[in-house]
């Protein structure tokens, strides 16, 4: 079986940051249409894409970052983007815990303002540690907070969880976060 990785990667830039560098537009909600996509990065970019390799990534995505509509006319990203798009999640009670995975270089300015969503409309969370350390591990050495949810619930804080179960919030203040070291 073929890796389209970095189709993937280039996909997700499309769809969550940067749909104009194929000349596609994306709607309010996030999505693009299925045959633009295709034709426009057939278009514009090194990558071969059809149909049947579009459904492949989408099957395959270990994140599962895309969804299609119903009848797959349509795509977008499930969460990550930059642009200003509303996914359609309706707020929803957290667990007691969720995590976040960093890297260490970041640990001085995240304890400095918490977490903020940077170029991101939102800050990801993870349901578990693991999780978190592998997102953690992409930023270079880990560092895992745990946060304090059904606090920030109880606070006023707003939740979503996405479609891939990434959990979505518009900041974390550093009083709701500990060191995962802390609390083991």
């Known amino acids: ?30 999505w693009a249409d299925t045959k633009e996509l295709i034709r426009g990065i057939n278009a514009r970019s090194g990558h071969q894409m059809n149909m049947e390799i579009l459904e492949e990534i989408v099957r395959t995505d270990e994140k599962q970052r895309y969804s299609f509509n119903a009848d797959r006319t349509k795509i977008r990203a499930n969460q990550g983007h930059s642009i200003p798009v509303d996914i359609e999640l309706e707020p929803v009670t957290p667990p007691e815990i969720l995590y976040h995975g960093t890297g260490m270089k970041y640990v001085a300015s995240i304890e400095k303002e918490g977490l903020k969503p940077k ?14 350390i592998k997102v953690g591990q992409r930023h270079g050495k880990p560092y895992v907070y745990r946060i304090d ?13 996405s479609v ?14 500990h060191p995962l070291d802390e609390v083991l």
Not at 164 to 177: A, E, K, S
């Open 164 to 177: 891939n179960h990434v959990w979505l919030t518009r900041r974390v203040p550093i009083y709701y976060m």
């Open 1 to 30: 079986m073929q890796s389209y990785t970095k189709t993937s990667k280039f996909m997700s830039k499309i769809l969550r940051h940067q749909p104009d560098i194929i000349g596609i537009t994306i709607d309010q909600h996030g």
């Open 149 to 161: 949810t059904a606090q920030m619930a109880q606070d006023g804080y707003e939740f979503f969880e």
């Open 119 to 132: 170029e991101r409309l939102y800050v990801h969370l993870s349901g578990d540690v693991g999780t978190a």
